[in-house]
């Protein structure tokens, strides 16, 4: 009888042993992983928008040139299309915002983070205002292109029939934060806790989600890839169209620990999990469609 136990015991150990080994490779990033993040493939700095909007940005001269004020996001794509800055509103200079393409940043810093522009570019931007946003889900096609085009940044969207950027799905940072997500069913399932960018490779990595009681995660997040998500028919809320079983086996993490949103492992895990392929900008056709939308 002793013996029986004892085996048993052994074999429950053992099981354990190798589900926390399992657990705990899964969380490692590999040398190939890191190769991937030095070329430029994978995300390597991934951030809390909400921690972003707010913080300095500095210039090539190192002048302060003003504050990070929103992201204006593309879920279609999982891009940021554009950041829109504050400048000005100090010695009697009017404030006003311009936009930015994301990868005239270099690198972001505890409390800053760098442009790689002087002051006087940014100063001569073309100027950001609401109305170009004509309602969330639109942009301002002719102003996308000036923006890009002042900043000699390539264009990566597809373009109508007229030449003009196609970009339907697009929003203010700030009003993703919060929104209510539902799935096929209408049904609430969370919402929108935060969005997890990386500022310099220009892309919304994931909407991390704070999942409904329904979905029994406990005190943890989801994050979901962006084009899991889609603005709903009476414009008020997001839809996810995944099923609440699927959801609740997905990978999440701890709410008060998001550490692991930077590992290129975590990144290629959840992307797989969806049925989505972490697209970088070689495999973005100039139409600016993922490959597999094109064939």
């Known amino acids: 009888m002793k013996t029986r136990k004892t ?9 354990m042993s190798l589900s926390l080994m399992v657990g705990s490779a899964s969380a490692q990033d590999t040398a190939s992983d890191r ?34 004020n929103n992201f204006v996001i593309d879920l279609d794509s999982g891009r940021i299309l554009y950041t829109v800055i504050s400048t000005g509103g100090f010695l009697g200079i009017e404030e006003r915002d311009v936009a930015v ?12 983070v760098q442009l790689a522009v002087d002051k006087q570019k940014l100063t001569d931007a073309p100027q950001f205002k609401t109305e170009y946003l004509r309602k969330e889900g639109s942009s301002q096609p002719s102003y996308v292109q000036q923006v890009y085009a002042y900043f000699g940044e390539s264009p990566w969207w597809n373009k109508t029939a007229s030449g003009e950027p196609s970009l339907n799905d697009v929003h203010r940072a700030t009003t993703l934060i919060g929104m209510t997500v539902e799935n096929l069913s209408n049904e609430r399932i969370g919402k929108v806790e935060d969005l997890g960018v990386d500022l310099t490779m220009g892309r919304a990595v994931f909407a991390i989600i704070s999942p409904a009681s329904k979905l029994s995660l406990g005190d943890n997040y989801l994050a979901l890839p962006p084009t899991t998500l889609s603005w ?9 169209n995944c099923s609440n079983e699927k959801l609740s086996a997905a990978p999440r993490f701890a709410s008060d620990n998001w550490s692991n949103l930077s590992s290129p492992t975590f990144v290629t895990q959840v ?12 495999g973005v056709r100039p139409t600016g469609r993922p490959i597999e939308l094109q064939k």
């Not at 028919?233 to 997001?238: D, G, R, V, Y």
């Not at 992307?271 to 070689?282: A, L, P, R």
């Open 101 to 112: 393409p994301p990868k005239a940043f270099t690198q972001t810093e505890a409390d800053t």
């Open 7 to 15: 085996q048993a015991l052994w074999a429950a150990v053992t099981t």
């Open 232 to 240: 709903n028919s009476e414009q008020k809320a997001l839809n996810c």
């Open 35 to 68: 190769a991937k993040v030095m070329a430029g493939t994978m995300p390597g700095h991934v951030e809390r928008a909400d921690k972003l909007i707010g913080k300095e940005v500095i210039g090539s001269d190192n002048q302060k040139l003003g504050k990070i």
């Open 271 to 282: 992307y797989g999990y969806y049925g989505k392929q972490w697209m970088n900008d070689k």
